[in-house]
């Protein structure tokens, strides 16, 4: 960890940064998309768990892109797809 800060957070804002010169909306699709092709189901369970726990460490952004994941929802077709992140 870094700085106390777990890894999930940590890489989520890593994201955040990539993409936050995008407009709002765009950059939550594109954080979504990225999370959902290359982050492990254990990752996306637990920055979901982290949401409902009310974490109020994460980045609104990062909040916002994670409405569109659900736990277990991964398309395999599009994971063949390249994506903006």
Not at 6 to 33: M, Q, S, W
């Amino acid at each position: 960890m870094s700085g106390g800060v777990p890894p999930v957070v940590r890489l989520g804002h890593d994201l955040v940064r990539n993409f936050e010169a995008l407009p709002p909306e765009k950059a939550a699709v594109e954080l979504a998309t990225h999370i959902r092709k290359f982050w492990e189901p254990r990752m996306r369970q637990e920055l979901l768990a982290r949401i409902r726990w009310g974490d109020t460490s994460l980045h609104p952004l990062l909040v916002r892109a994670a409405e569109d994941l659900v736990d277990g929802d991964v398309d395999r077709a599009e994971v063949r797809e390249p994506s903006g992140g």
